[in-house]
């Protein structure tokens, strides 16, 4: 097995996420600064930020990070609006956008919510509303805009900010709804539990760490495969519709195709009728 994940003398690990090049932690260990990541040791186990050190970092693959969530809340009681939080997410280094692995999730009975964004060209306004009328009307089962609403984003968003508005100021539904939220969510990682989330006031806290969302990152940014100086040996160059490119090991090759020498010879290699044959 080729091991090069990093660069000689650079951490592969902090805590239980594995730091792969072009990320790196620590002065020369990441191609530019819009790959350096910090590990803090403060936290047992280690914690990965990103490199602003604002915003912890769960795994990287070859084209994704998940990294930890923001959830934008407004309470209120019968005099209006209690508190709010914002939960605008600005992508760093502008090296980075939202996947459309993610969801726009909306938790109320009593909202419509707008989620404004921008990058790569695009600038996005979309909406989702939640709705009931009674703890009757909800279901812990679905999330179809019944207490619970989710929608779709568009490729390219470095920046989102949700906008909260409100029919009645929860009036109606205030004993067991006191709050709306909204967040983004990887596909597959949220599941609505109805009147415990509608009437939970600690739902943000409760849910934060089980709602990752999913940035697909790539390098040069606006570079093409034709400028592209980051692929070494027998690996190619795949542009991303978004901007910038990655770069992936050619069949028959492993390793990691951002360091030198480049990708080696693996176990296994291909003949011409793609019948698999041992590399001696």
Request: glycine share 10%; with cysteine.
């Amino acid at each position: 097995m080729v091991n090069n994940m990093a660069k000689p003398g650079c951490p592969t690990q902090c805590g239980n996420v594995t730091v792969y090049y072009p990320f790196g932690i620590g002065k020369d260990c990441y191609l530019d600064v819009a790959f350096e990541v910090l590990c803090n040791y403060t936290f047992d186990p280690p914690k990965l930020f990103c490199g602003l050190g604002d915003i912890e970092i769960y795994s990287i693959s070859d084209s994704e990070l998940r990294f930890a969530n923001k959830i934008a809340y407004t309470c209120y009681n019968k005099s209006g609006v209690t508190e709010a939080s914002d939960g605008w997410i600005q992508l760093w280094e502008g090296y980075r956008t939202f996947s459309q692995k993610n969801k726009l999730t909306v938790i109320g009975c009593d909202d419509f919510v707008l989620m404004n964004g921008n990058g790569s060209g695009v600038n996005f306004t979309s909406s989702c509303s939640g709705f009931c009328s009674k703890e009757s009307d909800v279901s812990s089962e679905y999330c179809t805009g019944i207490g619970c609403c989710q929608t779709s984003i568009p490729k390219g968003l470095r920046y989102i900010s949700p906008t909260f508005k409100s029919y009645a100021n929860h009036s109606g539904v205030m004993s067991f709804n006191p709050c709306s939220f909204a967040f983004l969510a990887a596909e597959g990682t949220f599941h609505f539990g109805g009147l415990k989330d509608l009437s939970d006031r600690n739902f943000d806290v409760r849910t934060k760490p089980i709602v990752p969302i999913v940035v697909d990152w790539v390098v040069g940014d606006t570079l093409s495969c034709l400028e592209a100086t980051a692929c070494k040996g027998n690996s190619s160059c795949n542009e991303v519709d978004t901007g910038g490119y990655r770069c992936s090991c050619n069949i028959g090759y492993e390793g990691n195709p951002y360091l030198d020498p480049g990708c080696q010879g693996s176990f296994f290699s291909y003949n011409t009728k793609n019948n698999p044959l041992y590399v001696m």
